[in-house]
Every structure is written in C-alpha cells, then in structure tokens.
C-alpha cells in the first residue's frame, strides 16, 4: 500500500522543484543559525542565490561523524532550545555519542516516513505489530512506534530481549508483522523450533528488518522460517533513525523518502559526485528537519542509486541493499574485504547457516590471517566427518575464488556463535596495529 501518493508518487520535476526550494531555505537557515555551518558555507563560498538546481548541492560542504562529535551534544542546533521534545543518540563503537533532537515538526517528519516504510510492507490498521526494536535512546524503537500509530496499526511495544517472552506473545497475540534486525528474527526463529513452537503456522506474516547489514540469502532464510514477506528498512541516528529508506512489495530496491531526505553518491576519496548505478559514499541532506538538520551527510555506508521505475508506481529513487561501509572495510594483507561479502559468498554452499565469525589475527610471520567460523546444519554434525572436512575445504576454495582471499574455515555446530538481541557482532579483529 501506498501511503502517501501525493508525495510518493509525484512526477520527477515536480519533485526537483520542492526539494530545490527546501535546500535553498536549508543553506540561509544553517548559515544565519548554526555558527559550525556559518563558517563551513562562507569558507565555500556559496549563498543561497547560487543554487539554481537541485544538483548545484555539491557546491554545499559536507559534514562528517567527525563534525557531529566535535559539536556535541548541542553545537548543531539550529532552533532555540525550547522548540525541542524529543532526543536519541546512537553510541557508536569509539567516541562520544551522536546527537539527534527533534522539534514537533520533525516528529511529524518521522511519523510520516515510518508510515510509509511500514506502509511499503503491507502494513494496516488490521496488523498487530510486534515491535522488537530497543525503546530507549536508540531510534528502532520510537520510530517503529510511531509509524505505527501513524497507521493506525496496534503495536506491541516488546523492546529487544527476553526471547521467551517475546514467542509467548508472538503465540497468544497473534501478531502479524515482526519489527527486529534481521540477526534477531532469525534467533528468535531458532528459539521457537527449540521451543517446539511452529511458527510457520501462526498469523505472523511480514517483517521490517534493518538497523545491520543482512544478504538476500538472510532474507530468503527468514522467509522460509516464518512463512513470511522480510523487508529491508534504512536510517540512521543522525538523518532521523528508521525511515530513510525502504523495500516495497517489489523487494528490489530501497525507496528513498527524497523530498525530505536527498541522497547522493560520492567516491569517498575524492568527494566527487557519482552517477546512478555507481558504487559509493551514501551522502543525506535533511530537507526539511528544523531541530538539527544535516548538510550532506556523509554516512559512510557503501551503496547505489536505482533511477529505473519502480514496479510499484513510486517515482523516488531507491538505494540497492547496502554493500558495506568505509569503515568496516577490512584490509587483509592489502586486499579490502567487506563482511558482507562474505556472507553473500556463503550464499548457495548448502549445508551452512547464515550464522557466521570473522577473527583477525596477525600471526608469528606478522601476516594478516584470517578465520572464518560458520555455523552448520544439525545432521551434518552427526554425520561422519568426512562431509565435514568436504565441506569446510568447499567453503574455503569458494572464498579464495570470489574473495580473492585465502582464509581457515571452522565449521561449528549450530548455536555456538554468540547471538545478539540488538545488532549483530560480526568480526573480532585481533591485530595491534
Ligand atoms: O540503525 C536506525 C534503524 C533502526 C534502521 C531500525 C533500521 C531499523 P544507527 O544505530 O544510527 O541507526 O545505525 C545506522 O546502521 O549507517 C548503517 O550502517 C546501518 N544500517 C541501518 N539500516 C541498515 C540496513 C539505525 N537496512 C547505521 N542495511 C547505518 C544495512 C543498515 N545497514
């Protein structure tokens, strides 16, 4: 279901033209309210009057993770402080938090989007959501309850954890659509045929999954599990949280909500603007937000821009499910690695779970080495080890030929590998560097 054609389905111009009008209003207000941005556009030597088209936005600076931690907690600003009433935050793995505020109107952005994103799964007010994400200062939580409430859907506000209860409920509510990361449903599915419990047979039927890097092999697999559609949904903290982007019924693609969120592609080494279709630096500019709005937004998530229409009848662009990021590229011995494409080429080995560990050390040679455990099917480990070890030098030769990398594979038995309620931890990089 569509949910707000208006916007979603608008004719391409048109659209250009709103976001043209959005992005000049942008610039004069960060440039009068925010002195971080003042100093950034002057040095750039642009002004509002410079912007005849939208594209003209790569005039406009970029701002960075570093800006943000440099200008916390309140430094980006741009109203007056009473104007804000709501805060999430998003830890990150070194420094300090990122910081985003919202005013009234950005709420009614967020609630919006979420209601589209949801909307795009097939959600209705006939649905009974259970809403796994964590509540708290992370965005998962609030910006799926808010959809929801947007929609009119109920929402079960469950949080993330507790597994025992959250199958109870999964059970006796009858819920109809599951919000999580795609590590979690595929957990609480292990958890329910542990527990004897066959949830292919309950109403559940659809799911939004984001907030990690997941495969279509993932997907495939929660669907088979549950019986179910499993959607990709897009954010981050610092843009608005859940809601950025989202899957249609088409599930091939991402729909950008670009008349307040505009994307772009750059090469992250040179900052240089690339075209749809080619791989890059995902880059947001928030069109429209007032509490702390973000001036090309470089994310650091790898991805492409889809400019083909879509099957649906939206006319936004969509993003190609997310290929990696700068930052959690791996260099192995010089080779630049993403875990995701690791999990991509355990796509099809049959036998494997897409439950996987990559453990980095740097060995007595000082050589990158590199461990790759993966979790297997029950029955094989009852079986003799000879399909073991078949299997385990299977794996390895499809790395080295997809990957261009050589890696030991240790097959493990299922559950081994640490399961995680909220985002998943998938490598351990050992190497002092
Ligand atoms: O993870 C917001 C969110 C909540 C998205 C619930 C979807 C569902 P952060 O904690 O700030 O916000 O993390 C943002 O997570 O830059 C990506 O690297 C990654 N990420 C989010 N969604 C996806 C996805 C939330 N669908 C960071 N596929 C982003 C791959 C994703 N990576």
């Known amino acids: 279901m569509i949910f707000n054609?208006?916007?979603?389905?608008?004719?391409?111009?048109?659209?250009?033209?709103l976001q043209l009008a959005a992005l000049k209003n942008l610039t004069e207000t960060l440039a009068s309210?925010?002195?971080?941005?003042?100093?950034?556009?002057?040095?750039?030597?642009?002004?509002s009057n410079d912007i005849h088209n939208i594209t003209d936005i790569c005039k406009l600076p970029f701002t960075t993770k570093d800006d943000l931690r440099?200008?916390?907690?309140?430094?980006?600003?741009?109203?007056?402080?009473?104007?804000?009433v709501e805060v999430h935050m998003s830890s990150g793995t070194t420094g300090k938090p990122v910081v985003n505020e919202y005013t009234m109107k950005d709420l009614d952005i967020w609630r919006q989007v979420m209601a589209r994103t949801l909307s795009g799964a097939g959600c209705t007010r006939d649905d009974i959501v259970q809403n796994c994400y964590g509540y708290g200062l992370f965005t998962g939580g609030a910006g799926v309850h808010y959809g929801c409430l947007t929609i009119g859907a109920e929402v079960l506000p469950m949080s993330s954890g507790n597994t025992e209860r959250q199958l109870m409920i999964?059970?006796?509510f009858g819920s109809t659509m599951l919000t999580c990361t795609p590590s979690y449903a595929m957990f609480l599915a292990e958890e329910a045929a542990e527990a004897g419990i066959d949830i292919k047979?309950?109403?559940?039927?659809?799911g939004c999954f984001g907030a990690e890097a997941w495969s279509e092999n993932m997907r495939n697999e929660i669907q088979e599990r549950y019986n179910m559609k499993a959607y990709d949904i897009y954010g981050l903290t610092e843009i608005i949280g859940p809601g950025v982007?989202?899957?249609?019924?088409?599930?091939?693609?991402?729909?950008?909500?670009e008349d307040m969120f505009y994307p772009e592609i750059i090469d992250p080494e040179t900052g240089e603007p690339l075209a749809a279709g080619e791989k890059g630096e995902l880059v947001f500019t928030t069109l429209t937000r007032e509490g702390t709005p973000l001036l090309r937004y470089r994310t650091r998530d790898i991805t492409y821009l889809i400019e083909e229409p879509c099957s649906c009848g939206r006319t936004t662009r969509r993003l190609h499910r997310l290929l990696g990021r700068t930052d959690d590229m791996l260099i192995i011995r010089g080779v630049n690695l993403f875990p995701s494409q690791?999990?991509?080429?355990?796509?099809?080995?049959?036998?494997?779970?897409?439950?996987?560990?990559?453990i980095i050390n740097r060995g007595e040679s000082h050589l990158d080495e590199l461990e790759l455990q993966v979790e297997v099917k029950k029955d094989l480990f009852s079986d003799e080890t000879r399909g073991l070890e078949k299997l385990r030098s299977r794996i390895e030769n499809v790395m080295k030929s997809k990957l261009q990398i050589g890696l030991k594979v240790k097959l493990v038995e299922p559950k081994t590998i640490e399961r995680s309620i909220g985002k998943a931890k998938r490598v351990i990089d050992n190497r002092k560097i």
């Open 170 to 172: 999964l059970r006796d």
């Open 5 to 17: 054609p208006e916007y979603e389905c608008m004719e391409k111009q048109a659209r250009k033209k």
């Open 245 to 257: 982007a989202f899957e249609c019924e088409a599930q091939n693609g991402l729909h950008v909500n």
């Open 33 to 47: 309210k925010v002195p971080f941005y003042q100093k950034k556009i002057m040095e750039a030597k642009v002004k």
């Open 201 to 206: 047979a309950l109403p559940i039927n659809k």
């Open 70 to 84: 440099d200008n916390y907690p309140h430094g980006l600003r741009a109203c007056p402080r009473d104007r804000i």
């Open 342 to 358: 690791i999990e991509q080429a355990l796509i099809d080995i049959e036998g494997t779970e897409p439950q996987y560990l990559i």
